[in-house]
Each structure stands twice: as C-alpha cells, then as structure tokens.
C-alpha cells in the first residue's frame, strides 16, 4: 500500500503533494511550541561523479524546527530529490526521484554574532521511484531507511531571517535493481552497492518566529 501511494505521489503533482503533506506534519508539530521555532527552506544540487548535468538535478528541502536548549535544535521535514545520470559502460546508472522524511538534530555553535555552525543528523525513510539509464526499462519504486550527516554555515540577516549555505552525505539502505527480465551483459554484473549514496549542496533561508 506505501509503495502504491508514493507512486501516485510522482504521478501527480508532486510539489503540491509535498506541500499539503509538510502542512500536516507543521500542524502536528507546532502545536504548543512557542518561541524558538523555526522553518528552514533549500535548494539543493545533487553531486554526482555521473551526473548528466544536461539534465536538472536538484533537491528541495522543507525542515521545521525547535530550539529545545540554547545550543541544540530537533526538527521534522521532508526533501524531494531529483537525480539524473549518464549511461555507464562499467556500471548500472539510475535516474530516480526519491521523497524522503525525516526527524532531525542540529548543534549550534556560534563563530561571532552573525556567523553560526550547525553540524546535524538526519533519520528517516525514503520512497525511491527509479529507471535504468543502459537499457529499456520501465521505472521501479523501492523504499529504504534514510540517513544523512552535513554542516550549515549560517549567516544572520536580520532577526526574523538567516541566510545559510552547507554540505551533506546521505544514504538510503536501499538498493536500486533492473527488472528481472533485462538480460544484464557481464560488464556490469559485478556493480551490487546495497546503498544509494549522494553528496549535496545547498543553499537557503531560516525563517524565525
């Protein structure tokens, strides 16, 4: 049934999908917070060394969050990637799209009054909807825990909005597989990664309230 509900999620109109998912979960999340809470929105770009960059690669990120002391900061949210990549003659390549959510911890450690580090944690789980690049083959979806470590660097704009730049690595325990009824030529036997691995940047904004 999950997978059933995430493939309808890429059919349709996924942003919008995205967004009325990520109301909900502000809904159940805001009530009773108070001050300190925060939503953060990036852009982000998937780096991969086969990205076919002919083609749009991006992730969207939508977190919310609470300052629960006055170093540590634990939020909910959602990304939605897109990654595209170049045939390969010595491994399988997919295209796919992957939804994920996710709970989050950050630390926060200030280098003067406007420049903030945040180092962060991410676990969660992630619906994977993927196509082979080598070969004619109809998509497949998959699912996968979800784990991602990266830093922020933050600058303050004004005392309602930060402005934000970092780096992240994330894996899905969760491994992408052609159709079983694609007759796979030697070469590329020998590829069997049981994780999808993915380096991002990005850049974004910090909305306080």
């Not at 996924?14 to 809470?37: E, P």
């Not at 960059?53 to 900061?73: A, H, Q, R």
């Not at 796979?184 to 850049?203: E, G, L, S």
């Amino acid at each position: 049934m999950k997978l059933l509900f995430m493939k309808k999620l890429f059919c349709n109109n996924t942003m919008r999908n995205l967004l009325a998912i990520l109301l909900i979960l502000l809904c159940c999340y805001g009530t009773g917070l108070g001050q300190d809470f925060e939503s953060n929105f990036s852009l982000g770009i998937p780096v991969n060394g086969s990205t076919d960059w002919s083609t749009p690669s991006y992730d969207l990120d939508l977190m919310f969050g609470k300052k629960v002391n006055p170093k540590s900061i634990v939020g909910i949210g959602s990304t939605y990637e897109v990654v595209a990549l170049k045939p390969s003659n010595t491994f399988l390549t997919y295209d796919r799209k992957v939804i994920t959510f996710f709970s989050s911890y950050r630390y926060l450690f200030s280098i003067s009054d406007k420049i903030k580090m945040l180092p962060q944690i991410r676990i969660g789980y992630s619906f994977i909807r993927s196509q082979l690049n080598e070969f004619i083959d109809k998509g497949r979806s998959s699912t996968g825990l979800h784990i991602c470590g990266g830093i922020d660097a933050s600058l303050t704009i004004n005392k309602n909005f930060d402005f934000f730049t970092g780096v992240s690595f994330n894996t899905i325990f969760s491994k992408l597989e052609p159709n079983s009824n694609i007759n796979i030529p030697q070469n590329y036997i020998h590829q069997n990664d049981q994780f999808i691995k993915q380096f991002k940047i990005k850049v974004g904004v910090t909305r306080y309230f």
